[in-house]
Every structure is written in structure tokens, then in C-alpha cells.
């Protein structure tokens, strides 16, 4: 009990921060029920976790959670790869960086919300499109990290390197490549976050499945607490995400203490 | 930096020792063209010679080019004109006979210390069994037994310059190059080094020239030392130190040191550069 105690003086935020959350649901729950606010305004909590438990146990949301799921991490993963090997590409050929990058980043500043419906045009309305609009939004974090990160080796080891007799190659794979890891998963971070947006934008402007499709339809219906269910799902999705790429992130660049300042964050 | 074109000397050269010098340089210049279009004289007219198995340290104020001198040493900065040669051979570029040792340690974080002092083995593609015996003897010598898989971040700043002089001896190479490689150790920390290093150097028999900014550093290491000034940078004294081996710390506060120290000094003073 003493033990808990010291540890609440330590860090009390572990009572704080639930204690926060506790309020705000009860003041939330209190202010729908004491003021009369309709439900297609804003929903009660609880009607929003009736919502939610009914949706996962009639396995409508569960089956749509999948669809956003696939289309997340199939596009985070075909937008990571490009955008890493483009950025190994243009950390080895600096040419290429002045060549080609340019348009690179004009096609970055196009908001990829004007270009998805194209994309559902060129792809349909299926799960491909979905693929594509996320890929194209989670690449370019890598690729700007990528690139920073190979450019961080210090000229120091370099030199060390060359003195040892090391050729440009194993001096990018003994060196510039490990160095640069710690900025890829800055860019892995990013990416993985503006992922689950690419994917419900893309099923905004035009899906048959996923939680953005079914947060439309149940805005059409008025269904509040349903969309709110949608949110959190959507919500715990990304912070799962997150955690994801942090653990890889950790197993990888072990070197790096957990507290490294992330100063590449978008 | 001529990479391309670089001299590959044998892993063991036995001549090595036979040889009246090890390294000649004649005339040596260099000349760096700044961003603006001006001539920098970094080295001018350069010559000396060192002998196989000779401590030789090179000391001067900053910009009087002794980075410079090592670095063309070690194959990475190419030579404006002037000879210089590493057994009897021009150097054009890196040597896998050569070690080296900057200030800083610049070890890679996510090898441990065994891993990162194999390091030129696995650049040069030695045969790995022998060379990690090597390694783990390196290693008790410079009293790092028991530290082959910690990471360098796990070591302190005096720990991690013994890496990077093990990783320097690994491949067995006949000269070492190191380029005030105590510079950001305290003072304390220093003074150790030097002692080890001179034990390192008695057992392991290696050609080392070392570059430092401090006079009573570069007298107590060394068998000669080379002493340079700025603008441009050039040789201006080349002292024989005959104070005898094994050397002790306390031979830093006799009467024969101070004379060396005195001597050195004058030269910078001579030329109003501030003895760092």
C-alpha cells in the first residue's frame, strides 16, 4: 500500500489522467441528460457504447473495421517501400535528388483529397483505390526522412571508413544505411497515422465497405452515437498502429534510447 | 579524394622493418581552393622521414596544417604536389596497412565493442577467426576484457577512444595514424591514456605518428617531435626527445622536459601564435 502510495507521489498523473477521462464521460453523460440535448446533436456516451457493443457483437463494425484495416496497412506498406527505396535511391545517386525531387515535392503539395477521386475513377470503387490514395499519402514521410538519414552520417566516420580502405558501398551499408534508420521510423510514425486518413478519405469519395462507407451511411441516417463508435474504433486504430510501429521501432534501432528526441516529426 | 586509384600493400610487409624510412616526405604542398576562389596554403614544403617502429608526434597551434599532413598520411586528402611515400611507395590513396584514430571516436552505436573494433576486417575482408583472436587479446591489453558486447553508448568517453585505438590495431597494420585522438578526454583521463598508449606502443612495435595541440603530450610521447606553424603551415623544428624509455609521468616536471617544452614554446612565440 506504502509502495503505491510512493509511486502515486511520483508520478500522479496515473490517477490524474483516468480521473480526467472519468469526469469528462460523467459531465458529458449528465449534460446530454440534464439539458435535453436530442441524440442526432451529440449522442450520450452510453448510447455511443451501446452503439459500439452492438456493432462488434452483430459484427457489422468488425467486418468493416477489417476492410479499413487491409487497405491501411497494404497502403502504408506499398506507400513506406516506395518512399524508403526512393530515398536509398536518391541518398546513393545525389543527382537524382536534383533531378527528380522537385516534382516530387509538387506532387506532395497537391492535396491528395482533390486527387482521390481520380484515383477512384482509375481504380474503382473497391479495396485497390482504397490502396492507392493511402500509399500516396504515407510515402513521402519516409522518402524526406530517408534522405535526411542518409545524409546524417558524420563526415568523421566517413573519413574513418575511407582511411580503412571501405568502398562507397560499404560505406553506405556499413554506415549511412543503420544511421539512417532512426529517421526511416520517424517517417514510419508519420506515415502510419496520415495512413488511416488516405484510407477513410479515400472511402469518402467513393467505397462500398470500411468504417469511412459506414460512418457516411450512418450519417445519412442521423445514427450519431453509431459515427461516434465509428471515431473510437478509428481512434484506438491509429494509437494501435502507433504502438506497433514503435515496438518494431525499438527491436530495430536498439541503440537509440526510447526518450531520442524526434525531432523529424511531422 | 583518390580513392580509385589506391595502393594495396600487403597485410604483413616483414621488409617494413629493413627499411631505412617508412615514410618519406619531400616537398610536400597543399593547397585548398576556398568557396570564394581563394588559395588556402595548408602545407608548404613538408619533408621529413620517419623510421619503422618510431613515435613521432607533430604539434602546432590550430591551422598550422598538422590535420592536413595526417590526413594525406592516410590516403583520404590527396596531395597538391611534393612526394610522399609509405614503404616505399607513393601514396595514392588509402592503405590497408595503415590504421587511424581521430579525436573523436566515432564508433558505429549499433555495434558492440567487439563488433566495431572488427570493423576494418570486415571492410578489408580478412579472414575472421584470427583476426577476432586478435581483437579479444587487443582488447585485455587495453583493459576492455569483459566489455565485447556492450554498445559504445554504454562506455564512457576514455572507454570508447580504447575502441577505436583497438579497432585501429585490429588488421596488424605497420603504421598508426591518430589525430589528437586524447583531445576530448579530461585531463585525468589524458594523462592515462598517454601511459597506455606508450604501453600499447612498446608491445605492439608500431610506427605512430600522433597529432596534438599540447606541447608537454607531444614530448612525452614521442622519440621525435615535429614541430609546425601557420600561415602556411610548414615545418618549423623537428626535436629529438632523449628522455629515456619507459617513460613516467613524473619525468614531466624534470629539468630536461622543461627545456624541451621551453624550446617548443619559443617557436610559437616567435611567430606570436598562442600556445593552445
Known sequence: MSRMRALLRRRPEILLSPLVFVLFVAGWEAAVRGFGIPAIVIPSPSAVLRALVGGILSGELVEHFWVTSAEVILGFTAGASIGFVLGVLVGLFPLLERTIYPYIVAFQTLPKVAIAPIIVIWFGYGIESKIVITATIAFFPVLANTIVGLRAVPRDQVELMVAFTASRWQIFRMARLPQALPYVFVGLDVAIVLAVIGAIVGEFVGSQAGLGYLILQRNFHMDMAGVFAILIILSLMGIGLHLLVNAVQRRVVFWIGSTHDRVMGA | ?276
Not at chain 2, 593547397?31 to 613538408?46: K, P
Not at chain 2, 554504454?154 to 590495431?169: D, F, H, K, N, P
Not at chain 2, 617531435?225 to 629515456?244: K, Q, Y
Open chain 2, 1 to 276: 579524394m583518390g580513392t580509385e586509384a589506391r595502393t594495396v600493400l600487403p597485410a604483413e610487409a616483414p621488409a617494413l622493418s629493413g627499411l631505412p624510412a617508412l615514410i618519406t616526405a619531400r616537398a610536400l604542398n597543399k593547397v585548398y581552393r576556398t568557396q570564394t576562389g581563394e588559395d588556402v596554403v595548408a602545407l608548404r614544403d613538408v619533408g621529413f622521414e620517419m623510421r619503422a617502429g618510431e613515435f613521432v608526434t607533430v604539434v602546432g597551434p590550430s591551422g598550422c596544417g598538422k590535420s592536413t599532413l595526417l590526413k594525406i598520411l592516410a590516403g583520404i586528402l590527396a596531395r597538391s604536389s611534393g612526394s610522399v611515400t609509405l614503404a616505399g611507395r607513393p601514396i595514392e590513396g588509402p592503405s590497408r596497412d595503415v590504421g587511424v584514430v581521430f579525436q573523436a571516436p566515432v564508433l558505429l552505436p549499433w555495434r558492440n565493442v567487439l563488433q566495431n573494433v572488427m570493423l576494418p576486417i570486415d571492410i578489408q575482408k580478412r579472414p575472421r577467426a584470427e583476426a577476432e583472436a586478435r581483437a579479444r587479446a587487443l582488447l585485455r591489453l587495453v583493459g576492455l576484457s569483459g566489455f565485447e558486447t556492450k554498445y559504445p553508448g554504454e562506455l564512457s568517453g576514455g572507454m570508447q577512444q580504447r575502441v577505436g585505438i583497438t579497432r585501429a590495431l585490429v588488421h596488424d597494420p605497420a603504421l598508426l595514424l591518430m589525430d589528437e585522438p586524447f583531445g576530448a578526454l579530461d585531463a585525468m583521463t589524458r594523462e592515462q591514456m598517454n601511459l597506455e598508449l606508450l604501453r600499447i606502443w612498446t608491445e605492439s612495435r608500431k610506427t605512430v605518428m600522433l597529432v596534438t595541440h599540447s606541447i608537454p603530450e607531444a614530448i612525452f610521447l614521442a622519440d621525435r617531435v615535429i614541430v609546425m606553424s601557420p600561415r602556411p603551415g610548414r615545418i618549423t623544428d623537428i626535436l629529438d626527445v632523449d628522455l629515456p624509455r619507459p617513460r613516467d609521468l613524473a619525468m614531466i616536471n624534470s629539468a630536461r622536459f622543461g627545456e624541451h617544452v621551453a624550446r617548443i614554446r619559443a617557436h610559437f612565440q616567435s611567430l606570436g601564435a598562442l600556445d593552445a
